[in-house]
């Protein structure tokens, strides 16, 4: 707290630095915490402290979802809102509104009670442009919202009234929007001889049920099948519009182009910029070719800051293929990107998928990346609609972000069997 404070006095006031910013963030009437960009609590104000009956000691220095266990046994659905509106402030550093939702606090006796709560959070931009920490703002709304305080009659009461049925309506069109967008752009994919494709989309959101991650399967007119799995930064309609440009941009490329992945990531991202498309994207291409004599497919990947495919082999070996990372989709530095190439042979499957799957904030993404290729190696011979549905289920609860999927196995030629 003291260097936001510092940093505060510093850029907003320098003629004021003798402002006690930590008495003023103290003293101010609505319960407020300040919180880490990985959401460990920093501070609190006395509101909050009396609020919830706890002391400072208490919660400083404690992620904010062990604050208070038992209201996260007693309302997870609230919790989890309230820790996804911070991970998307953290992430895109934009001001962000929970409705009102139920919470149990303490009262005065002790005694636990249902209230309502508006949750408002604020991130603290450094000057490198990085989320330095979160503001978290709570506000009881509960009298505003019930029938029995209708009649206040204040025009502040009824000015918040106003505004928080503004925002009801608000969010219940953005949900109607993102669902159809999510039916318009989410689509199964094509029917492609010599290869089983599954996909999967499993949203952050349970509001909203869409976010900036998207999967597609392209089949070019030279007998190349295209995957692309993307992740543009959020969880909201605002996201998933810049995931609906950039998916058409990437698709058109590519359809329209005779390059490698590599190439099609390049090209797009020239074309995204000069359609105004403002947006940093992790994407991932991989183009597999026609099948050779042997059945077996040449597979080249190209990677604008995602993760590694995993690869399958027939003989339930997994591998990540380790093809180089290149710049994030957006960056548009100089220089072509890199690719790498192997070969799938008939039984062999290809796994790609957005960061969602394997981000834990309690183990590091490479520890999370070996045990899902060890999760994948120890399954017996399965389909791909088999192995998404199992690697899903492998990881739910652990993660906060969304998940694309797509999954592509080879199949034998016409009369060749492929051992068990």
């Not at 309502?116 to 490198?128: G, H, I, N």
């Not at 440009?245 to 390059?259: C, E, F, I, K």
């Not at 020239?270 to 059945?295: E, K, M, N, S, T």
């Not at 011979?381 to 592509?408: F, I, K, N, T």
């Amino acid at each position: 707290m003291r260097d936001v404070d510092a940093r505060i006095g510093t850029t907003l006031a320098p003629d004021r630095r003798d402002v006690d910013y930590r008495a003023v963030f103290t003293a101010l009437s609505a319960p407020k915490l300040v919180l880490s960009p990985d959401l460990v609590v920093l501070d609190a104000n006395d509101a909050y402290l009396a609020s919830r009956r706890r002391t400072r000691a208490s919660i400083v220095g404690r992620h904010l979802a062990d604050t208070d266990p038992q209201q996260r046994e007693r309302a997870p659905e609230s919790v989890a809102r309230v820790v996804s509106a911070l991970q998307r402030a953290r992430r895109t550093g934009r001001y962000e509104i929970v409705e009102p939702h139920r919470l149990d606090v303490p009262g005065p006796d002790g005694t636990m009670r249902e209230r309502y709560v508006l949750v408002t959070v604020m991130p603290v931009v450094a000057a490198t442009m990085e989320v330095e920490a979160l503001i978290l703002r709570l506000e009881d709304v509960t009298g505003m919202l019930s029938p029995a305080h209708a009649g206040a009659g204040t025009d502040d009461v009824l000015a918040i009234r106003a505004s928080l049925a503004r925002m009801r309506r608000d969010v219940a069109r953005e949900r109607v929007a993102a669902r159809r967008l999510q039916d318009s752009v989410l689509t199964a994919p094509p029917a492609t001889p010599g290869l089983v494709l599954d996909v999967r989309y499993r949203p952050a959101s349970t509001e909203t049920r869409l976010g900036g991650d998207w999967y597609d399967v392209i089949t070019l007119p030279d007998g190349r099948t295209v995957l692309v799995v993307g992740d543009v930064t959020g969880h909201d309609v605002d996201a998933a519009a810049t995931m609906a440009h950039l998916r058409g941009v990437l698709r058109t490329v590519a359809y329209d182009s005779a390059g490698s992945p590599a190439q099609v990531l390049d090209r797009a991202e020239r074309v995204a910029a000069g359609l105004g498309i403002d947006a940093f994207a992790a994407v991932g291409v991989v183009a597999l070719d026609p099948p050779a004599d042997d059945g077996s497919r040449r597979l080249v990947c190209a990677r604008a800051g995602s993760l590694p495919p995993l690869l399958r082999r027939a003989d339930r070996s997994a591998e990540l293929f380790d093809a180089p990372p290149g710049a994030l989709f957006g960056l548009r530095l100089p220089g072509p990107r890199p690719e790498a190439v192997t070969h799938l042979c008939p039984g062999g499957t290809l796994l790609m998928f957005t960061d969602g799957l394997v981000e834990r904030r309690d183990e590091s993404c490479c520890t999370s990346l070996e045990r899902l290729r060890d999760d994948v190696a120890a399954m017996v011979d399965v389909p791909p609609e088999v192995l998404c549905d199992a690697v899903l289920g492998a990881g739910d609860g652990g993660g906060d972000d969304d998940v694309a999927l797509v999954a592509a196995r080879v199949l034998p030629a016409p009369g060749d069997i492929v051992a068990p």
